[in-house]
């Protein structure tokens, strides 16, 4: 019987691939045969280089079985005949690629060490369509190995994979874009894809989604293509640059448009793109302006929890904005951000729910809301046994729940200042900042201070004045403040401190105008204890204060009047500031529209004027002008310390006039 042959083009292609693939299975079982049989021959001759050089491959790929070889060594052959084959061989040979477990890491390395990479990174160059997707599906695949990104980007491969979204393929398009946010997950490989334009491409892919099908098209293949595109933004957007680039190819309108769509596969990665962009003012203001807040809410209550985790910290970066917060408000999206606290297993989840209802506490009117929900209680529960990202927004939405009187009580009564003082001794800046926030919204009440000092919570905020970190100290001498204010017995509370006065010293050499003005608040409160105010005069302080007074920030202006206004009570300290040159600058603080710094200014000045020689400087400065203007329209308090200082100045006059007749 004579054996037909059948054309190539004419038989079966799964027929052909199957026979294909016995074919290569029989020629391995029998190399690898071979193979074996020579190791053993020379397995005694070995040299100590080649020991080597396995120890390092052993490292490389831990899983040294005899099944991985024969998968290294499949990749082998199969890298060899795409080295050789024609168009259609070609198609066969990625075909029998894929179906390889291309998620092992022992093939990925295979394929990058036996040159089958720059194979399938060349194949993006050719105009044969069906190869250009074989081998962007196994790119997709294998980019996800660290290795073989940094790899791909060294070839140049992200530049043809950019060069490849220009064709009219939607399959292509879409592997492209998902091999591209696989490999743009460092700052190189997110740089290449901007210069080469591929940002503009990627959000212009977004326009193909179903709203805008035309009559025929395949809807699923639009809604994959702006999938992979919005994940490839969602890659590039963790660069500050490419953010602005995403803005300006007008990726903002298109995203919000995507937003509505009731696809989650969709929604997830334009969520992920948002979240990332909302970091950026203008981003958070386009959010507010094309109403996407409404569907941020919205989808908090998805069954997906990536897209409620996603949704939730959008939120949480754009509820800095007082707008955003009340329109969250208005979308009734409070509660559904307190129901996600009950999903404390999912951690990433938590921390995106606790980080929203943190800045949407900033707002007190969401507070009392928030309040309605039992959410204090939710949040005192979660101050334990949980990780610090979590901690760090429970811990911040705690000291804003903490401006309003009655729940200074309910942080207490349900151990909230015991497990709060607990987390002082960690060492994580951002929670400890929070942390001695909530403390000090806390010690505002009386009883609060006496749980606090009782628990050692107030040597332990004092030591956090020494912590390196300019914003925990600041935070940290803000705490202190209420708890001097309101201690029984404040003097000997501070002087117990041992080294804690010259802290504070020490501290007004500060080059941060943020500890400054928190110190000069302590040294305000503590200047009204006479012993202590003595201590700080002998340590140096008037000096001190009075290098200050040049400074042209109203905040630390405000409280540095009044640190110098008490430390005025203590023996010289009058003269020793006029000595120091304290006294001009003041004068110009009256310039100010503040209240509060006219009233420490004014009050300052009265004590100081009862020193001679600072009368003779005030009056120099043209004092008398700006005095008697406060005096006809300031609050109570600042006309009577302006029409004191004014007195002061007229009688030392009249004293001079009385001296020369």
């Known amino acids: 019987m004579m054996l037909q042959l059948i054309p190539l083009s004419e038989m079966d292609p799964l027929r052909l691939l199957h026979t294909w693939l016995s074919t290569v299975t029989d020629v391995l079982f029998v190399f690898r045969r071979s193979i074996v049989a020579s190791l053993s021959e020379e397995h005694c001759s070995e040299s100590s280089s080649e020991s080597e050089e ?40 990625l075909c029998a ?45 294998i980019s996800q190995n660290v290795i073989i990104r940094q790899t791909i980007v060294n070839m140049r491969g992200l530049q043809r994979m950019v060069n490849n979204l220009d064709l009219p393929v939607k399959e292509l ?36 989604f179903p709203y805008s099908a035309k009559p025929g098209e395949d809807m699923e293949k639009n809604l994959e293509v702006a999938r992979c595109g919005a994940s490839a933004l969602w890659s590039l957007s963790k660069s500050s640059k490419n953010k602005e680039a995403i803005r300006k190819a007008g990726g903002i309108p298109l995203l919000g448009l995507l937003l509505r769509s009731p696809y989650e596969k969709i929604a997830i990665p334009v969520v992920g793109t948002l979240q990332e962009c909302a970091s950026q003012k203008n981003y958070r203001v386009a ?13 908090l209550s998805s069954d997906n929890e990536e897209l409620q985790m996603l949704c939730a910290s959008a939120i949480f970066k754009c509820a800095e904005d007082k707008l955003t917060r009340d329109l969250v408000r208005s979308h009734h999206g409070l509660q559904p951000l307190v ?19 943190w800045k949407c506490s900033i707002s007190m009117e969401n507070v009392a809301i928030f309040q ?20 760090v927004n429970v811990v911040g939405a705690l000291g804003q729940f903490a401006q309003i009187q009655a729940n200074k009580a309910a942080i207490c009564n349900g151990g909230g200042i015991r497990a709060l003082i607990n987390l002082l001794n960690g060492t994580n800046q951002a929670l400890l900042v929070n942390v001695a926030k909530a403390v000090g919204a806390c010690a505002t009440e009386r009883d609060n201070v006496a749980i606090i000092d009782q628990l050692d919570g107030v040597r332990l905020v004092w030591s956090l004045l020494k912590n390196p970190n300019a914003e925990v100290q600041a935070s940290a001498a803000w705490a202190i403040c209420p708890c001097i204010e309101n201690a029984k017995d404040a003097g000997e509370m501070v002087l117990f401190l041992i080294g804690g006065l010259k802290l504070i010293i020490q501290l007004l050499k500060s080059p941060s105008n943020k500890v400054l003005t928190s110190i000069c608040a302590i040294i305000a409160k503590l200047a009204k ?7 700080l005069s002998d340590r140096g302080v008037v000096p001190l204060l009075a290098g200050l007074t040049n400074t042209t920030d109203d905040r630390l202006r405000c409280h540095l009047a009044e640190a110098i206004g008490h430390c005025c009570m203590w023996s010289s300290n009058r003269a020793c500031f006029g000595d120091h040159g304290a006294v001009g600058p003041l004068v110009y603080y009256l310039e100010s529209n503040d209240n509060l710094l006219l009233l420490n200014t004014t009050m300052a000045l009265y004590q100081l004027s009862k020193d001679p020689n600072n009368i003779i400087t005030m ?39 009385r001296a020369v007749y």
């Open 529 to 535: 204890d006479k012993e202590i105010l003595g201590v």
């Open 54 to 93: 396995e120890e390092e491959q052993t490292e490389r790929r831990p899983d040294t079985s005899t099944e991985l070889q024969s998968e290294y060594w499949q990749v082998q052959k199969l890298v060899k005949y795409l080295k050789a084959a024609d168009q259609t061989a070609t198609v066969l040979v």
């Open 287 to 299: 959010i507010q302006n094309e109403g996407m807040v409404k569907d941020l809410v919205k989808n």
């Open 619 to 657: 009056h120099e400065e043209g004092v008398v002008e700006p005095l008697v203007k406060l005096i006809a329209s300031g609050t109570d308090e600042i006309q009577e310390f302006a029409a004191g200082c004014v007195r002061n100045i007229r009688l030392l006059v009249l004293a001079n006039q």
């Open 173 to 208: 398009q879409a592997l492209a874009s998902e091999t591209i946010a696989h490999v743009a997950k460092f700052r190189r490989a997110r740089r290449t894809v901007r210069i080469h334009g591929g940002i503009r491409k990627l959000v212009k892919m977004l326009d193909c």
């Open 339 to 357: 129901s996600l606290l009950s999903k404390a297993e999912n951690k990433q989840l938590l921390a995106a729910a606790t980080g929203a209802i």
């Open 372 to 391: 309605e929900y039992k959410a204090l209680h939710m949040l005192i529960g979660l101050l334990t046994d949980q990780p610090e990202e979590v901690l």
């Open 97 to 141: 690629m894929m179906d390889l477990d291309l998620m092992k890491e022992v093939i990925q390395l295979a394929i990058l060490d036996l040159g089958g990479l720059e194979l399938l990174l060349n194949l993006l160059d050719t105009t044969d369509i069906r190869s250009k997707i074989g081998s962007l599906k196994i790119l997709a695949k």
